[in-house]
Structures are given as structure tokens and as C-alpha cells.
């Protein structure tokens, strides 16, 4: 019978929250911020009086999703309902505003026709004047001083002219540019506030008192990106690394000076070393040009701008990689710029406004991305008590049995509940979830901007060592292995890497691949020199009765410019035959460690300041006489 009567009871008290509601401010206290989305908290004080009173909690957000909202009160009331509301005033303020910004417009263009029909007249003025140079008649003659008096008059008169017509033009040109910008304030879908919502929250006391209410909900147009700071001083120090967060939020609320809770959920210079693949080598019917990669080319990017279906910027758009904590915002222009990681990878871009959208992202081409609005709207949900029965619940179901029609929103707190407790997020401290407690206060302001927010500083303890791959670069570049990284907390994202002083570039923490150390790529140290040279008098190619010999060999050196010694391994490789009828001979390669699998060759050294080694490589390559193969 309980559930028969639920929908009177709802109905009752949702006419007496129509009757008579009382607006309530709310402050927020906090926000916890997720890779995707935000849990923000607000405080409110209310003086009750004896009876049901029902509260509106207004000038939330308007995306508030519906499962997550919570209420919890502290004093000797009961809470009976709580639902969420479109907040129609602020939608008839939002109409009144754009009723305003017409009528400025309507205004700009009265302005703006007014100087133009001046300007028609001083044109028109300064038109007759030139028609009529004609000063006196055929029989009239002219003194000097009244020749004078009359060119005087003409000349000063026209001048006037000229003058009135700039200001009159500067004017026109002014009042364009406000017409311009009311229009775009007008068409924009970002400019476009969204209507705000209202928590109703029925509760009953027996007596007057001062109430306190905690209400929670969590939202999605919100969200935060890794970004992180390497400094290296020099390689005989740690290095240190900086934690930040690029916070950003469009879901309609100020967030002022709140507590912040951070939640797991030369740019042209590539800074990761090359790496070699294996080298095979094929017979062909005709000479060819071997192509080796481009071992300067910057890491991989994508890069792109984001539009709406009229061709306009859209500016605050977030863009991530899809399952990856890597992303970034669009800034003014709608323009954004992306690190990606190895692999195939797809981009999901979201924004207040817009429908979401997913597309593969390519690192060589220019992305242009085209958003269609969302025709969402804000329904009503109304809901009571709880869904599932606890010991901080239990006094409430027992106070509202027989009013429960869904268990969509969480309701805390009555007179007779024992504890309260706060809602819990889960500090998972492993690699990927964790929180962040923000000591200092921030304000993150609802424009889609990401704000830099400091978290924190470390001075990590790391192994350095430099590799270089003559054969395809002859940078020496500089990693850094840290052993147990899953304790520093980290997330994928994009870094900012400094080398003695210097900017370097930004590079990419990809943790997907990393096992026990933690690799870390700080760039080229162009005090490291490093060459490779093909020794001619060595290199040859000789022709036997059916076959045919090519003879290589290289000389490799690498010099310590730096005032303190280096631990380096140099990378070089011998070719591994894709066919039977190839064969590899008399290889030379001094010193070196050899992998038969991979041909790949490793020289490690430690250099003092000033040291300088070679090393020398070399084989002959048998192959059929009627084929080629190449070797450059």
C-alpha cells in the first residue's frame, strides 16, 4: 500500500514547494576535480521554522549529474524530498539579456545611419565646392584681397570638410566593431549561458533552529590535465620534478578561492633518442636510393583547430587522447596542440554547448575539427530518500518509509543519525588513481580556460646516461632511469624538459610501456659530439665470377666537451641478409657488444671531461652478380 500513495504524497509536497519557497544562497567549499568531470561541495546556513518548509538551493549548475547529488543536514530536522529544477528565472533573465544586447544593437545601427547620412552631406558640400571654382563672373573683376578672401574661405572650408568626414568615418568604424561583437555574443553558442539548476529540498522540524546543509553533486563540463616540469642542473644532481595540473571548467559556476582537490581520473628539437630496428637487406632488379628516417623530426604532434558548424572558433574545448589522461584545451582561436604517443590514437573533443566527438588523430596533418550544437535539454528529476539501507540511512528510511520512489539521488543527515559521514573518494595509490589535497585556495573561473595549478615539487633520484646513434643522428641525447617510479604517483602527460638552464623542448611520459625503471628522455646535449665516417680507401665493391662484393667501413668517434665524465653507449649496427642468396662477411666491430638477432651493435663507455674514443666498423656483403643491394 506504501508505494500506492507515493505519487499524492509527491504530488502534495511538490504544490507546496510551488506555494511557497524559500531561496537559499549556497558557498562553495570545495570541488574535487576528476580527469573527467568535478564533485563540487557547497555550504548554507538556514534559519527553519516549526513545520515543512521547503528550500531552494539555486544558481547551481546546469549539467548537475542527477545519480550524484547528495544532501546532508546537521540539526534537529528531517529531510523528506529533494529535487532538481531548470531555474525559469534565470532563463527569463537570460532572455531579458538578450533582449538588452537587440536593443544595443537596434541602437548601434540608429548611431550608425546618423553618420552616414552626415557624412552624405559633408560629401555632397565638399562635391558643390568643386563644381563652383568659378569665383567671379566674366565681367566682374576681382581685387586682390577679395581673390585672397575667397580662396582663403575655400581652402579653410574644405579642410573642415575633410576633417568632419575622418571623424565621421572613425565613428562608423567604432560603432561596426560593437555591432560586431553584440552580434557574436548573440549567434555563439559558448557566449550563450546555459540555464542554472535549483536543488528543492522539503524538510520538516519541530522546532525553530538554525539548520546547516552540506550538498554535493557532481558535474561534467569540468576536468584536468597532467603537465609536469623536468629540471636537470647537471647529471651529477637529481632531478627535479614539478607536478601540474591545467584545470579548467564551463559548467556554469564561479568557483572562488575554493579548496582544490585534484583527482586521477624546442618544440621543432625531438627530445627522445632515435632507436634502431633491425636492418635487412633485399635484392632488387634495379639500383635504388636507400631513405633512412629523419631522426630530427619533432615527436609526434597532432595539432588542429576546432570550429563550430558556422566556421567559428570554439575556444575552451577539451581534447584528449580517448583513455589517456594526455590532453589539452583549445585556446582563443579554437587552435590546440597535442603530443601523441606511439600507435594508432583517437581524440575525443568535448565542450559545453556542442555534441561530443571522437576523431583519429593524425600527427602529420593539420586537424580541423567541425562540433554540431547539442540540443540537450535540462529535465526535472525529483527524487527522495534513500536506496539501500546502512547505519548513517537508517534513521532516514525510518522517518520517510513509504516515500521513496528512486534511489537517483543520495539524501544525508537527520536529527537521530548517529554519525554522518562525508562522502568517501577512493585513494587508490597506484600508478594511475590517487588525489591531490591543494593547500592554497584557487579560483577557477566557468570560461573553458585551463588555469596552471602547482602541486608539487620533488627531487627525484636518477641514473643518467647518454645514447647516441651516429647512423642516424649524431646527437648525443640524455635519459634519465628512475627506479620505483609507481611511487612518485604519476600520470601520462605532456613534459617540459630543462637542462642545465635551458628550455629543451617538450617531450611525452608514456607509462603504458614502462616496466620497473622509468625511462625519461631529457634532450640532445650538444656537448657531447658524436661522428661517424665512412673510411673510402676501405669501401669498395669488387666483382667475383658470380657474385659480386661490397665492401663498408666506418669510423666512429665521441668526445666529452662537458667539465664532468659521462656514461654513454654508442649504437651503430651491422645489415642482417633477407635472403639465402646474401651473405655477411669478414665483420669487424672492436669492443662492441653484438646482438645476432637485430644486427644491433653497443659500445658503452664512461668519458672523462676531454676524453675522446673511436671505434671502427666493418663488413662485406656477398650478393648475386646481377643484382643490387643498397648499402648508403
Given at each position: 500500500m506504501r508505494y500506492i500513495l507515493i505519487p499524492a504524497l509527491c504530488l502534495s509536497l511538490g504544490v507546496r514547494a510551488e506555494e511557497a519557497r524559500k531561496p537559499v544562497p549556497t558557498t562553495v567549499q570545495q570541488v574535487t576535480v576528476f580527469i573527467k568531470g568535478a564533485q563540487v561541495t557547497r555550504n548554507a546556513t538556514v534559519a527553519l521554522t516549526p513545520g515543512t518548509t521547503?528550500?531552494?538551493?539555486?544558481?547551481l549548475a546546469a549539467d548537475i549529474e542527477e545519480k550524484s547529488i547528495q544532501v546532508q543536514g546537521d540539526g534537529a530536522f528531517s529531510i523528506l524530498s529533494v529535487s532538481r529544477q531548470k531555474n525559469y528565472l534565470h532563463e527569463q533573465q537570460q532572455a531579458d539579456d538578450v533582449s538588452k544586447l537587440k536593443a544595443q544593437l537596434d541602437d548601434l545601427d540608429e548611431k550608425i545611419k546618423h553618420e552616414k547620412n552626415q557624412l552624405h552631406v559633408y560629401q555632397e558640400e565638399a562635391t558643390m565646392l568643386g563644381k563652383n571654382q568659378s569665383i567671379a563672373g566674366a565681367n566682374t573683376t576681382l581685387t586682390v584681397g577679395a581673390l585672397k578672401d575667397a580662396m582663403d574661405f575655400h581652402r579653410a572650408r574644405l579642410t573642415e570638410i575633410t576633417d568632419k568626414e575622418q571623424a565621421i568615418e572613425k565613428n562608423i568604424r567604432s560603432l561596426t566593431e560593437a555591432q560586431e561583437k553584440i552580434v557574436n555574443q548573440l549567434t555563439s553558442p559558448q557566449k550563450k549561458q546555459d540555464p542554472t539548476s535549483d536543488i528543492i529540498v522539503t524538510v520538516n522540524s519541530k522546532t525553530a533552529l538554525t539548520a546547516k546543509f552540506t550538498i554535493r553533486y557532481l558535474v561534467n563540463e569540468a576536468g584536468w590535465y597532467p603537465n609536469y616540469d623536468i629540471r636537470v642542473q647537471d647529471i651529477s644532481h637529481p632531478l627535479s620534478l614539478q607536478y601540474k595540473a591545467r584545470v579548467f571548467q564551463h559548467c556554469g559556476e564561479e568557483w572562488q578561492r575554493v579548496k582544490l582537490s585534484l583527482s586521477t581520473g624546442n618544440p621543432n628539437d625531438r627530445t627522445d633518442k632515435p632507436t634502431l630496428s633491425p636492418w635487412r637487406?633485399?635484392?632488387?632488379?634495379?639500383?635504388?636510393?636507400?631513405?633512412?628516417q629523419d631522426a630530427t623530426a619533432p615527436v609526434n604532434q597532432a595539432r588542429g583547430r576546432v570550429l563550430d558548424n558556422n566556421g567559428?572558433?570554439?575556444?575552451?574545448?577539451?581534447?584528449q587522447i580517448v583513455g589517456r589522461t594526455i590532453g589539452t584545451v583549445t585556446d582563443a582561436s579554437g587552435n590546440f596542440s597535442l603530443n601523441l604517443p606511439d600507435g594508432p590514437q583517437r581524440l575525443s573533443i568535448r565542450v559545453v554547448g556542442f555534441e561530443d566527438l571522437e576523431v583519429i588523430a593524425n600527427g602529420r596533418?593539420?586537424?580541423n575539427v567541425v562540433l554540431q550544437p547539442s540540443d540537450k535539454k535540462l529535465d526535472e528529476v525529483t527524487v527522495t530518500g534513500y536506496g539501500e539501507a546502512n547505519k548513517d540511512t537508517y534513521a532516514l528510511e525510518r522517518r520517510v518509509t513509504g516515500r521513496v520512489t528512486t534511489s537517483k539521488v543520495r539524501i544525508r543527515g537527520l536529527v537521530s543519525a548517529p554519525t554522518t559521514t562525508p562522502l568517501a573518494i577512493t585513494q587508490?595509490?597506484?600508478?594511475?588513481?590517487?588525489?591531490?589535497?591543494?593547500?592554497?585556495?584557487?579560483?577557477?573561473?566557468?570560461?573553458?580556460?585551463?588555469?596552471?595549478?602547482?602541486?608539487?615539487?620533488?627531487?627525484?633520484?636518477?641514473a643518467y646516461q647518454y645514447f647516441a646513434v651516429p647512423r642516424l643522428d649524431k646527437g648525443a641525447y640524455l635519459t634519465a632511469s628512475v627506479v620505483n617510479w609507481e611511487d612518485l604517483n604519476l600520470l601520462e602527460g605532456?613534459?617540459?624538459?630543462?637542462?642545465?638552464?635551458?628550455?629543451?623542448?617538450?617531450?611525452?611520459?608514456?607509462?603504458?610501456?614502462?616496466?620497473?625503471?622509468?625511462?625519461?628522455?631529457?634532450?640532445?646535449?650538444?656537448?657531447?659530439?658524436?661522428?661517424?665516417?665512412l673510411q673510402k680507401d676501405y669501401s669498395k665493391k669488387q666483382l667475383l665470377a658470380n657474385a659480386s662484393l661490397a665492401s663498408r667501413s666506418y669510423e666512429l668517434r665521441v668526445k666529452n666537451n662537458k667539465g664532468v665524465p659521462i656514461h654513454i653507449t654508442i649504437q651503430d649496427q651491422v645489415p642482417l641478409p633477407a635472403s639465402g642468396q646474401v651473405e655477411i662477411m669478414r665483420k669487424e666491430f672492436k669492443?662492441?657488444?653484438?646482438?645476432?638477432?637485430?644486427?644491433?651493435?653497443?659500445?658503452?663507455?664512461?668519458?672523462?671531461?676531454?676524453?675522446?674514443?673511436?671505434?671502427?666498423?666493418?663488413?662485406?656483403?656477398?650478393y648475386p652478380k646481377n643484382m643490387y643491394l643498397s648499402l648508403d
Open positions: 521547503t528550500l531552494a538551493f539555486n544558481g637487406l633485399y635484392l632488387y632488379d634495379e639500383p635504388v636510393q636507400a631513405r633512412f567559428a572558433p570554439v575556444a575552451g574545448a577539451s581534447v596533418d593539420y586537424n587508490n595509490f597506484s600508478s594511475t588513481t590517487f588525489t591531490y589535497d591543494i593547500e592554497l585556495p584557487y579560483t577557477i573561473a566557468s570560461d573553458g580556460k585551463p588555469y596552471t595549478v602547482d602541486i608539487k615539487e620533488v627531487q627525484v633520484p636518477a605532456e613534459v617540459s624538459i630543462y637542462f642545465e638552464g635551458t628550455y629543451l623542448g617538450r617531450s611525452l611520459l608514456d607509462l603504458q610501456h614502462t616496466g620497473d625503471t622509468l625511462q625519461l628522455s631529457l634532450g640532445m646535449d650538444k656537448q657531447v659530439i658524436v661522428n661517424r665516417v669492443g662492441a657488444n653484438y646482438n645476432e638477432q637485430t644486427g644491433e651493435l653497443d659500445w658503452l663507455y664512461t668519458l672523462a671531461p676531454a676524453e675522446e674514443q673511436k671505434m671502427n666498423l666493418s663488413y662485406t656483403v656477398k
